[in-house]
């Protein structure tokens, strides 16, 4: 019987393994094209954008070791597909004056709501987190109406 259950063992791990490393040929797209237009925007605040926002919300990703791991690659391509799809400053000054608008007031909710960076995304990159100065930069940044 316990020899039985050490099989079973064996074979669920060795089954595990062989998935994980079969997982690992399904492609992921990571990549970063070209910028078409950058943020305008005072240093101070670019500076801000570039630390906590760029990785997930502009065409200038920096790609970490794990961004090659399925299942975290597929998790991470994700999040930076979404999140340029809802905001990227790689194209900011290409957007009209409604779409900034509307973009700027989500910044300022999402800022006031401490809802962005993403909880998840600050556990692994610790200069992304807002300090209570840098929402107030961001803050008058755009209730500036830039």
Not at 3 to 19: E, K
Not at 102 to 111: C, G
Not at 114 to 122: E, I
């Amino acid at each position: 019987m316990k020899r039985n259950i050490a099989r079973r063992l064996v074979i669920s791990a060795a089954s595990l393994a062989a998935l994980i490393l079969l997982i690992q040929l399904i492609p992921v797209e990571r990549t970063n094209p070209p910028v078409e237009a950058d943020l305008v925007a005072p240093d101070a605040v670019k500076d801000i954008f570039r630390r906590a926002c760029y990785d997930c919300h502009s065409h200038e990703t920096r790609w970490p070791w794990y961004g090659r791991v399925a299942p975290f690659s597929w998790w991470l391509a994700g999040h930076v597909t979404e999140g340029r799809a809802d905001l990227n400053f790689s194209r900011w000054p290409l957007f009209d004056f409604e779409a900034r608008e509307l973009i700027l007031r989500d910044i300022e909710k999402q800022l006031v709501d401490g809802t962005m960076p993403l909880r998840s995304y600050v556990l692994g990159h610790r200069e992304a987190r807002l300090s209570d100065r840098d929402r107030q930069v961001l803050l008058e940044w755009v209730r500036a109406g830039y």
